[in-house]
């Protein structure tokens, strides 16, 4: 996973040297919306390995991307996940195993990630508006969330949050409108990692993907 990622920011360092030779366009752009967990993520049952009891929840994304020519774009996101988990729905499960349960309160899933970002914008003759599509790799740092259960015979048991590192892999596509220096777009895609959570007790992996849905503000600098 170290050599993929090690090749990964090569190849951006070797990009973005060669685009400095060329008249190229900077994008740096903030983005934030929706995160809906897909899946196992957000499935509700404890007999299903794998499910996550994840709501929607916030997405947050800083990106900076250096176009080489008028289509074609490498960059980099630093993107943070968060998704509460259906507290009701945990809570309905967790009695069907022990009935003395009577209340459960957790944290949040959480992940942040570094990826290294491939788009393809198109350009519309006469028009402000560009469509675009990316694809995105690199590592995710994840968090499971610590679980507080109160058993009516045993008192307050805790298990504590965990975290892992893993391969993420993302696709998405949006538009922008540009103005002057300035752009406003509407962005969609999924990202996929799959965390392994090393506890005290049983280690897991789980699969954390979701479907991100955004609103963005960039700002541009250069031109092709």
């Known amino acids: 996973m170290k050599k993929i990622l090690a090749s990964l920011f090569l190849a951006f360092a070797s990009f973005s040297g060669f685009s400095q030779e060329i008249n190229s366009e900077n994008q740096f752009k903030i983005n934030i919306g929706v995160a809906t967990p897909l899946g196992k993520f957000g499935e509700t049952d404890m007999k299903r390995s794998g499910s996550g009891f994840a709501t929607t929840g916030l997405f947050l994304d800083a990106g900076f991307t250096k176009f080489v020519n008028k289509n074609f774009g490498v960059g980099i996101d630093i993107i943070h996940i968060s998704n509460n988990i259906d507290e009701d729905a945990f809570l309905m499960e967790a009695r069907k195993l022990d009935q003395g349960i009577n209340s459960v309160s957790t944290t949040s899933w959480q992940s942040l990630m570094s990826l290294i970002t491939l788009t393809y914008r198109y350009q519309i003759e006469g028009s402000h508006l560009h469509p675009f599509i990316k694809v995105s790799g ?87």
């Not at 969330?145 to 045993?154: D, M, Q, R, V």
């Not at 696709?171 to 090393?198: D, V």
């Open 138 to 224: 690199g590592l995710a740092h994840s968090t499971a969330p610590k679980i507080t259960y109160e058993n009516l015979y045993f008192g307050q048991s805790v298990r504590q949050d965990a975290n892992g590192t893993s391969t993420a892999l993302g696709i998405g596509a949006g538009f922008q409108y540009r103005f002057n220096n300035l752009s406003l777009g509407l962005e969609s895609n999924y990202i996929y990692t799959k965390p392994e959570f090393k506890l005290l007790t049983v280690p897991f992996k789980q699969t954390m993907n979701t479907l991100n849905s955004s609103i963005s503000v960039s700002y541009i600098w250069g031109r092709n």
